[in-house]
C-alpha cells in the first residue's frame, strides 16, 4: 500500500511539473518580450545572427538599425558586436556589424567587435569578459523579442546588469514572430535555468526554418 501511495504521488509530481514547467517558460520569454525595459547603460551589445560576406541578413540588420537608433538617443556611449562566422565564412558576424555601423554614422571608436561566439551563451561570456576588463557591467542587449529573456538571464548570470532592447524592424519582430519560435525559446530557457546551469551546454543556432536569416540583395 505504502508503495502504490509513493508510486501515485510521484506520477502526480511528474504530472504537474509537466504542464507548469512550460507555462513558466513560454510566461518569462513572452513577458520579457512584450514589456521590455531600457535603461541608460554603459555599452549596448548586438547578439550576431547570419550574415554572408559582410553583409548582414535581415535578422542581423535588423538588430544593427535598432542598435544605431539607442545609441543615437544616448543610451549608452559603445556599441559591442558579438558573433563568429559559419564554417566557410570569409569574415564574421561581429565584423560584418561593425562594417554596417560605421557605414551608418557611428565611429569605429565607439565599436568594438567580438568575432567569437556561435551561440548566445559563449558570446554572453566573450562580451561579458570583454566587460569586466573595462570595469563597466550595465549593459543594453539587441535581440529579437523572443531571444530577450534567456539572453538577459545568461547576462546575469555572468555578472552583467543587463536589459534589452527589441528589434522593431524585420523578420523576427513581435508580428512576425511564430509561435514556433516562441516555444522554441521557452524550452531553451528552461534548459538553460536546468541543465545549463550544470554545465551542459545546448547548441541554440536554430534551423533557418525556424528564424529568417536571408541575406538582402
Known amino acids: ?107 569605429s571608436r565607439k565599436i568594438t567587435a567580438i568575432e567569437v561566439g556561435r551561440d548566445t551563451l559563449s558570446s554572453t561570456k566573450a562580451y561579458a569578459e570583454v566587460m569586466k576588463k573595462r570595469y563597466v557591467s550595465d549593459v543594453i542587449i539587441v535581440t529579437d523579442p523572443f531571444h530577450c529573456a534567456r539572453s538577459i538571464k545568461m547576462a546575469n548570470d555572468q555578472g552583467v546588469l543587463a536589459t534589452c532592447s527589441p528589434v522593431q524592424t524585420g523578420p523576427n519582430t513581435l508580428d512576425n514572430s511564430s509561435y514556433r519560435y516562441l516555444i522554441r525559446e521557452a524550452a531553451a530557457y528552461l534548459a538553460f535555468i536546468t541543465v545549463g546551469k550544470r554545465g551542459i551546454q545546448i547548441s541554440d543556432r536554430l534551423p533557418e526554418a525556424d528564424i529568417v536569416t536571408k541575406v538582402l540583395p
Open 1 to 107: 500500500m505504502f508503495l502504490f501511495r509513493w508510486i501515485r504521488r510521484t506520477i502526480t509530481v511528474i504530472v504537474v511539473l509537466a504542464l507548469i514547467a512550460p507555462a513558466y517558460g513560454i510566461s518569462q520569454v513572452w513577458r520579457a518580450a512584450n514589456n521590455p525595459v531600457v535603461r541608460q547603460a554603459d555599452v549596448i551589445v548586438v547578439l550576431g545572427t547570419a550574415q554572408l560576406n559582410g553583409k548582414p541578413g535581415e535578422a542581423l540588420e535588423a538588430r544593427l538599425v535598432e542598435a544605431k537608433r539607442i545609441f543615437d538617443l544616448g543610451y549608452a556611449p559603445t556599441i559591442i558586436t558579438v558573433g563568429a562566422g559559419a564554417p566557410g565564412d570569409r569574415t564574421t558576424e561581429a565584423a560584418s556589424g561593425k562594417f554596417w555601423l560605421r557605414s551608418n554614422g557611428i565611429s
